[in-house]
């Protein structure tokens, strides 16, 4: 059982204390994810332990999880949590060999992967709990152009490095009246194993079947022009690198040029609101490895109106059954935070992500308490 301090906080402590839960919060994490000296707000019957706990993975979480981070110590005194965002695969390779207790994956766990943490997991399958819902933003640095629309077909010829030149007629058709410049494009892509990735191939390969022809994947398909690790890094590179595309999760756009990406006859720019239109719309995955596994199928290639298909669901991935009861008692009490309305707001707030709804939750929230 968790100890019985649910919620002893003081206000006081939480500010005085905040600058050193935000170095506990990633070990390789952004000095961007929370900004404002009072800390998130968290549930009236938080539950609190006492001890250390270890994720590592997705960096599309890093900005959320230092969130949901800060928001749980300043509320659990005696509570250390530790999140390394060195990608989802380096995090589920780390879960699989026991080093850390979750972690943070924007690719499911997949079958092979659930077989081999089995002995991690004393026996157990691994569940996915979908608890960060953002879309993903390709950005772009051209001087005086703040926003361009491009098309799935477009996209992938770009990624595939096939239309290689700004004022290229398939960019020019869809962006009449944008002074286009004759400069070379430069694609950037995840150096490292990304769910982003994943996600972002996925995308093409259902959105532009005729244009993309890699199957989706971490790891990118081809040899890249630019490459750079985690989504800060990509971000980074596009900032500094006149010419250059890339694709970042929402909460790493801070303020560069974004494109409108076309569904349908129509283009949608990115948002939040129009994320969560695919997201609400996901049926849970076929390949769940059990009734507690949620993760989801999106539909990458949707042409409903007004929603933004270039989405990302990142998950934690846990033991069903942990060998040491410590540890699954203290990964579903911050989970259970994160998932919470008031921790899903805080996530929002500072990335733009799409809270979970109401339905969800509570599938999610069945699924941790299976957790022994």
Not at 83 to 95: E, K, V
Request: glycine share 10%; net charge negative.
């Amino acid at each position: 059982m968790l100890p019985s301090n649910k919620r002893s906080r003081t206000h006081a402590a939480a500010g005085a204390a905040l600058a050193g839960l935000l170095l506990a919060a990633t070990a390789c994490g952004s000095d961007d994810a929370v900004r404002d000296a009072a800390p998130p707000a968290v549930p009236d019957d938080l539950e609190c332990f006492s001890g250390s706990l270890s994720g590592s993975g997705s960096s599309a979480q890093e900005n959320a999880m230092t969130t949901w981070i800060a928001g749980y110590q300043s509320a659990c005194d005696g509570a250390r949590i530790y999140y390394d965002s060195i990608g989802s695969g380096g995090g589920r390779n780390q879960f699989i060999d026991g080093a850390v207790t979750f972690a943070g994956t924007d690719a499911a766990v997949d079958p092979e992967e659930n077989a081999d943490a089995m002995e991690r997991c004393g026996g157990s399958d691994t569940i996915n709990l979908p608890a960060y819902a953002v879309a993903i933003a390709v950005v772009f640095n051209l001087d005086g152009v703040d926003s361009l629309n491009l098309r799935p077909d477009t996209i992938a010829g770009i990624f595939d490095q096939r239309i290689t030149r700004w004022d290229d007629p398939e960019i020019a058709e869809d962006n009449p009246g944008v002074e286009l410049p004759d400069l070379e494009i430069t694609p950037v892509n995840r150096a490292d194993d990304s769910g982003t990735t994943e996600n972002f191939t996925r995308y093409l390969e259902k959105a532009a079947p005729d244009s993309w022809g890699h199957e989706a994947d971490g790891q990118w398909p081809i040899t890249p022009r630019e490459s750079a690790q985690g989504n800060s890094g990509i971000a980074d590179t596009v900032k500094r690198a006149q010419g250059s595309i890339g694709y970042v999760e929402m909460s790493h756009v801070h303020g560069m040029s974004t494109v409108a990406v076309g569904v349908g006859d129509s283009f949608v720019e990115i948002s939040p609101e129009a994320a969560a239109q695919v997201v609400a719309d996901s049926p849970r995955s076929r390949g769940a490895t059990n009734e507690f596994d949620l993760a989801l199928d999106l539909d990458y290639g949707t042409t409903a109106e007004g929603a933004y298909p270039l989405v990302l669901v990142s998950y934690e991935a846990v033991c069903l059954d942990y060998p040491d009861d410590g540890e699954a008692e203290r990964v579903k009490a911050f989970l259970s935070y994160v998932v919470s309305p008031e921790g899903q707001q805080a996530a929002s707030d500072e990335t733009g992500s799409t809270p979970i709804n109401d339905a969800l939750r509570e599938r999610v929230l069945t699924s941790i308490d299976a957790v022994s």
